[in-house]
């Protein structure tokens, strides 16, 4: 059996597999198209709950758990639960913007909470875009620096980009940049609105030529790697066509949001997924196992995503395109319905057929 | 059975579960995962750095009904695989 296939089962049989935990809102950073929503109000988790939230993931079997903010580096107790997620033995992700890793906290993160990856904020090629998406002066040559700091000290790093009108035209740059410096690079064709439902991130929404260029040089990458990955992998290939045959059970579940993954933001409220900001309880008032076995709203969220599953497999003309049901009810009220984002990638994918 | 008497342990990049009883393991340095069978995963968990190799035979011949002479030999040969695959080292490597 394959890794994909063990995690269709987990999907289809609800094991928790993966947990992003926002640790703070707190950000040193002011990007314009942050979705946190900084005026939530609650009693932030103390130490010793995210210890017992770590004890009690690990005795679930999470393997992944990802540390996420806001920027979770200014956290004041990051490195206390950064290493005790380590001593427990997950493969960490860490998302930050990267503006406070410099030399000495990029050995100490990977002596202390040793990441399997830290994701990188890219707001654009050049200090001009990225300064301007950031808000903050410097921060684009800072970040250069820290990713040097950060390769040094042996951390593995990818950048994430999100796409929108102000760096369309560097996706060819930004692809320069991420190969010049050996890193993966994601590239996030979806800008949303704030959690608290706040549309001013979609005011930077990428356009259609700029999405449909994304669409052309991700395809040309796809192309390029994949010719590389048939002269290394045909070996592999054989062996994959045999252990398909050991068909997993099936899911009809269109993603992993309250079948495999959770997130929990800094005041213990639990969600389906970081995008999905349905309230499924607090650890404060229960365990994490109660939620994920009890909870009435994770049901009616895992009933819904196998509709949306149902759906999106039927649909005709756009049943390739990424859909996320939690951008969709975040911006519109329904998991099932078309979102800005969604809308505008369909708009450039029919404008390539076309053109085709 | 050739290293009867050493001390195995799983390497310090190696991170793992146990799901759907089977193991899934990372290799962070390599960024590789590899997924263990249900003996594999139970072979790994006992693989702590404490126990001697004759041990965890001992254990598996307590676990499973299997002939003594096969297990050796699948358990020698396990052994060898993991270690070519980052996931195990031997006391003495350290």
Wanted: with cysteine.
């Amino acid at each position: 059996m394959t890794y994909g296939d063990l995690v269709q089962r987990a999907r289809h049989n609800n094991t928790l597999l993966s947990v992003l935990i926002e640790l703070t809102y707190d950000c040193n950073l002011n990007c314009f198209v942050c979705y946190n929503d900084r005026n939530q109000q609650g009693l932030p988790l103390s130490v010793d709950q995210y210890r017992q939230l770590i004890d009690e993931l690990a005795g679930m079997g999470v393997l992944h758990l990802t540390l996420s903010g806001g920027e979770p580096l200014v956290y004041e107790d990051f490195w206390a639960i950064g290493s005790y997620a380590r001593a427990r033995g997950f493969v960490i992700r860490i998302k930050s913007n990267g503006h406070a890793i410099g030399p000495q906290l990029a050995r100490r993160l990977k002596l202390e909470v040793d990441p399997f990856v830290t994701e990188v904020s890219l707001h654009g090629a050049c200090a001009a875009t990225h300064d301007r998406q950031t808000r903050v002066e410097g921060s684009f040559n800072q970040l250069m620096r820290n990713i040097q700091g950060m390769l040094q000290a042996g951390i593995r790093v990818q950048l994430n980009v999100p796409l929108t009108r102000w760096n369309e035209t560097e996706v060819d740059a930004l692809c320069a940049l991420a190969d010049r410096l050996g890193l993966l690079l994601q590239i996030d064709p979806d800008v949303a609105p704030t959690d608290a439902g706040h549309p001013a991130p979609l005011s930077i929404a990428p356009s259609e030529a700029g999405l449909r260029r994304l669409n052309e040089v991700h395809q040309a990458r796809l192309a390029a790697s994949t010719i590389e990955k048939q002269t290394t992998e045909a070996a592999e290939l054989s062996n994959k066509r045999v252990q398909k045959k050991e068909c997993p059970e099936s899911t009809t579940k269109h993603c992993g949001a309250g079948s495999t993954g959770l997130a929990v933001d800094p005041y213990g409220n639990v969600y389906p997924c970081v995008q999905w900001r349905i309230r499924l309880g607090s650890f404060h008032d229960q365990s994490i196992m109660d939620i994920w076995q009890d909870s009435e709203e994770l049901k009616r969220v895992r009933a819904v995503n196998e509709k949306v599953g149902k759906a999106r497999k039927s649909a005709r003309t756009d049943a390739g395109l990424a859909f996320c049901p939690g951008m969709a009810q975040t911006e519109s009220g329904s998991p099932f319905s078309l979102y800005t984002a969604f809308r505008l990638r369909k708009l450039a994918t029919d404008r390539c057929r076309e053109t085709i | 059975m050739a290293n009867i008497e050493k001390i195995y342990a799983r390497s310090s990049e190696v991170r793992y579960r146990i799901l759907e009883d089977q193991a899934v393991v990372v290799r962070q340095d390599v960024a590789q995962v590899f997924v263990l069978s249900e003996v594999g995963a139970r072979v790994l968990e006992l693989l702590d750095g404490k126990r001697k190799l004759t041990d965890v035979r001992n254990l598996l011949l307590l676990e499973y009904a299997v002939d003594e002479a096969q297990l050796e030999q699948d358990l020698n040969e396990y052994i060898n695989r993991l270690k070519e695959a980052g996931i195990i080292h031997c006391s003495e490597d350290w």
